[in-house]
T-cell receptor, first 116, second 114 residues
Framework: EAEVAQSPRYKITEKSQAVAFWCDPI?????LYWYRQILGQGPELLVQ????????DSQLPKDRFSAERLKGVDSTLKIQPAELGDSAMYLC??????????????FGPGTRLTVL | AQSVTQLGSHVSVSEGALVLLRCNYS??????LFWYVQYPNQGLQLLLK??????LVKGINGFEAEFKKSETSFHLTKPSAHMSDAAEYFC????????????FGKGTHLIIQP
């Protein structure tokens, strides 16, 4: 069964360092999402891609966060510099081209970031 | 704008008892509603969803939910709890059938007592 892949699964870094997370969506899924989940809360959307284009990045802290999906397939989320408050689970999800109501989002296992 | 409220950050039930997790939503347009489950250090797995049509939806692992427009609710139920149901449950809303991102509630931690 096809799955969304993310790496690394765990990342520990010191504040002010740069970190990057990678996501490979399910093959053929045009839409890709990055969510941030702070401990004890629900996921919050950071950025949404349609193919290689950003559709929604209104909640992305653009002074330190960046995201790209250059060829419309896999994606990288970067934080530079990392701050203590960035400690969270970063989840990637993808969904297939819209077909009626069947626009389910499939989530990867996430990357748990700890900033010391 | 849309939002989700999950009543009760923790719910504890005995094994074999009824599970009821509450979710209320706010949406300016007809909503699409979802329930996801998350096990420790894992991603989210879709339990069930309401898009259009029948208001009582059945999902995986014996869970079901009923969309009640008049109450703006989408509560999750399971007749008989199993130890393996212990996890974090999230209700989410999306406005319409497009590819927009989901708005999640804060989650409910379900505890199953033997």
């Amino acid at each position: 069964e096809a799955e969304v892949a993310q790496s690394p699964r765990y990342k520990i870094t010191e504040k002010s360092q740069a970190v990057a997370f990678w996501c490979d969506p399910i093959s053929g899924h045009a839409t890709l999402y990055w969510y941030r989940q702070i401990l004890g809360q629900g996921p919050e959307l950071l950025v949404q891609f349609q193919d290689e284009s950003v559709v929604d990045d209104s909640q992305l802290p653009k002074d330190r966060f960046s995201a790209e999906r250059l060829k419309g397939v896999d994606s990288t989320l970067k934080i530079q510099p990392a701050e203590l408050g960035d400690s969270a689970m970063y989840l990637c999800a993808s969904s297939p081209p819209i077909a009626g109501d069947l626009n389910e989002q499939f989530f990867g296992p996430g990357t748990r970031l700890t900033v010391l | 704008a849309q939002s989700v409220t999950q009543l009760g950050s923790h719910v504890s039930v005995s094994e074999g008892a009824l599970v009821l997790l509450r979710c209320n939503y706010s949406s300016s347009v007809p909503p699409y509603l979802f329930w996801y489950v998350q096990y420790p250090n894992q991603g989210l797995q879709l339990l069930l969803k309401y898009t259009t049509g029948a208001t009582l939806v059945k999902g995986i692992n014996g869970f079901e939910a009923e969309f009640k427009k008049s109450e703006t609710s989408f509560h999750l139920t399971k007749p008989s709890a199993h130890m393996s149901d212990a996890a974090e449950y999230f209700c989410a809303v999306k406005s319409g059938g497009g590819a927009d991102g989901l708005t999640f509630g804060k989650g409910t931690h379900l505890i199953i007592q033997p």
